[in-house]
């Protein structure tokens, strides 16, 4: 059974930073690019950031230079630390795997909300 837990949401300050945590089971971590996805309320679901077992990122253009993604291996674990934050950051961060072969197999996690006000 797949289980993509996250962690480390809250109530933050604007400019406070906060440290999400994805502990995956049941999948091949190694197999798998991870990532972190976020919905705001009435929004689509876009991309944060993503790496590689190979530690390869992608960020999106309205996270870089703010958010860092990392894994790891060791502990099937991927982290998205997030300084600066701002009230548009506001959403649901979702944990991702994709295979990097088997088109199709992806998974995701519960999300954990992350609040950015005074």
């Known amino acids: 059974q797949v289980q993509l837990v996250e962690s480390g949401g809250g109530l933050v300050q604007p400019g406070g930073s906060l440290r999400l945590s994805c502990a995956a089971s049941?999948?091949?971590?190694?197999?798998?690019?991870m990532g972190w996805y976020r919905q705001a309320p009435g929004k689509q679901r876009e991309l944060g950031a993503t790496?590689?077992?190979?530690?390869?990122?992608n960020y999106a253009d309205s996270v870089k230079g703010r958010f860092t993604i990392s894994r790891d291996n060791s502990k099937n674990t991927v982290y998205l630390q997030m300084n600066s934050l701002k009230p548009e950051d506001t959403a649901v961060y979702y944990c991702?795997?994709?295979?990097?072969?088997?088109?199709?197999?992806?998974?995701w996690g519960q999300g954990t909300q992350v609040t950015v006000s005074s």
């Open positions: 049941g999948i091949g971590f190694s197999m798998y690019k």
């Open positions: 790496i590689t077992f190979g530690d390869i990122t």
């Open positions: 991702n795997a994709q295979h990097s072969i088997v088109k199709g197999a992806e998974y």
